[in-house]
């Protein structure tokens, strides 16, 4: 069971990225999926999360307008997209994923209690 995150890099101001979150040794499609970011000295933050049906996503403020997250289903990959990129982007960027159950766990997202993380990617953003 494995998610790797890659697309990270070193982009100037404005520019724009776009993070894979890949899954292996199970099915993405089962899960919500989040993205969280630390940079040096801060605590980790949740970014942005997508469920399982992509039918509900959510952004953290910082992000909103900027940043696009979508799942494809059929190879087991998440994305975010990421636009405008600002100095204050600059982070290590984690995807995890959290199988939640009950009624209507196709359409919740969240940002605590995931079951698998993945390695982080590096984002840089100069000025």
């Known amino acids: 069971v494995q998610l790797q995150a890659s697309g990270g890099g070193l982009v100037q101001a404005g520019g724009s990225l776009r993070l894979s979150c890949a899954a292996s040794?199970?099915?993405?499609?089962?899960?919500?999926i989040a993205w969280f970011r630390q940079a040096p000295g801060k605590e980790r933050e949740g970014v942005s999360c997508?469920?399982?049906?992509?039918?509900?996503?959510n952004y953290v403020g910082s992000v909103k307008g900027r940043f696009t997250i979508s799942r494809d289903n059929a190879k087991n990959t998440v994305y975010l997209q990421m636009n405008s990129l600002k100095p204050e982007d600059t982070a290590v960027y984690y995807c995890?994923?959290?199988?939640?159950?009950?009624?209507?766990?196709?359409?919740?997202?969240?940002?605590?209690?995931?079951?698998?993380w993945g390695e982080g990617t590096q984002v840089t953003v100069s000025s």
């Open positions: 995890a994923a959290v199988r939640i159950t009950g009624r209507g766990s196709t359409t919740i997202c969240r940002y605590n209690g995931m079951d698998y």
């Open positions: 040794g199970f099915t993405l499609g089962y899960y919500a």
């Open positions: 997508i469920s399982s049906s992509a039918a509900t996503t």
